[in-house]
């Protein structure tokens, strides 16, 4: 879901055109997470099973759990995850859940979408996966799921939360624009004909910029659904419209809790103009780290995978925790 002209507000900097796949077959095929994680596995929490991508499971180095968007999935972080664990930090875990509601995850109140319970289905994920962790935890999020991860450090609930990473969210812009996301759900095509016409949508419209990333997640965001006339036809996995009286919690105070959550922090943008005030003035004290990338759209994740990669890096080794050995005296010289 491209949310570059209604979740925020649009910027003046031109956006390059998308690829074009009109005639080439091929880059429309879906493309298997297997070529991008390790894993995939199915996480209880609660009433909930959690479709969890992840690599590096058995590695000691830090775990960067990754949270997609409203609309999105564990995959838009796809070819973040084959970046980061096959380059310099290649002894690290690299986890990319499907929130409730999204891609393969399945269980009960599944509409049920308010900021507390993704939190609590977050913290649920990782507590589950790492018992009593020590590592480096860097939590990253992009749109809704940066607000989630946000409340999620906020809350203390994880130990060792050494990072925490958003991803083109600012409360303000969000806030001004949440009035004209029905007008913008509701003009996006209802269904498409296969997976390939999915993946070209994306793709011309400029809500994906990057191919390959867009034949790896836009087959999770749609699910078969028979035509009255039976033929085939893909419609939307997640229904937005419906989670319209939750959007409010999402982002109200966002700017706060990520500028008060007690860990360093790393905001990833396409422009300066979606710099809320409180954002605007906490950069300039220093509390928090600003990366820009402009020749991205709102998916920044997706259409520039190894700069976002690469950035999250090297925020953690910027910031991870050093075990300084405690000298013990020798009694020999005592």
């Not at 507590?127 to 991860?149: I, Y």
């Amino acid at each position: 879901m491209d949310f570059r002209q209604h979740i925020f507000k649009a910027h003046n900097i031109p956006l390059p055109p998308p690829e074009s796949t009109a005639d080439d077959t091929e880059q429309l095929t879906p493309l298997k997470w297997s070529g991008y994680f390790e894993s995939q596995q199915a996480i209880a929490v609660g009433d909930t099973t959690f479709n969890v991508y992840s690599s590096g499971l058995s590695n000691t180095g830090p775990i960067f759990v990754l949270h997609h968007g409203a609309g999105h999935s564990g995959l838009t972080f796809g070819l973040v995850a084959r970046h980061i664990v096959t380059g310099s930090a290649s002894n690290c875990t690299v986890v990319a859940p499907d929130a409730r509601d999204h891609g393969s995850t399945t269980g009960a109140n599944q509409h049920h979408l308010s900021l507390e319970r993704l939190v609590d289905d977050f913290v649920g994920i990782i507590q589950t996966m790492f018992p009593n962790n020590t590592r480096d935890l860097v939590l990253v999020g992009h749109s809704m799921g940066g607000a989630v991860v946000a409340h999620a450090a906020a809350s203390k609930r994880l130990g060792n939360v050494t990072g925490l990473i958003l991803i083109d969210i600012v409360e303000g812009s969000a806030m001004d624009s949440l009035s004209s996301i029905p007008a913008f759900i509701n003009a996006r095509p209802k269904s498409f004909t296969s997976l390939k016409s999915a993946i070209k949508w994306h793709i011309e419209s400029g809500a994906i910029q990057n191919t390959e990333s867009a034949q790896l997640s836009v087959p999770t965001l749609v699910v078969p659904a028979a035509k009255y006339d039976g033929s085939p036809s893909w419609t939307w996995r997640t229904q937005l419209l419906p989670t319209e009286e939750y959007w409010h919690g999402w982002y109200s105070g966002l700017s706060k809790t990520f500028v008060s959550a007690p860990t360093a922090k790393l905001l990833v943008l396409a422009g300066t103009d979606r710099l809320d005030k409180e954002l605007l003035i906490a950069q300039m004290q220093g509390k928090f780290q600003l990366e820009l990338l402009p020749a991205a759209g709102h998916t920044i994740q997706e259409d520039l995978p190894n700069r976002v990669g690469d950035a999250i890096v090297s925020f953690w080794r910027r910031n991870q925790r050093v075990n300084i050995p405690i000298r013990r005296p020798d009694p020999h010289l005592s």
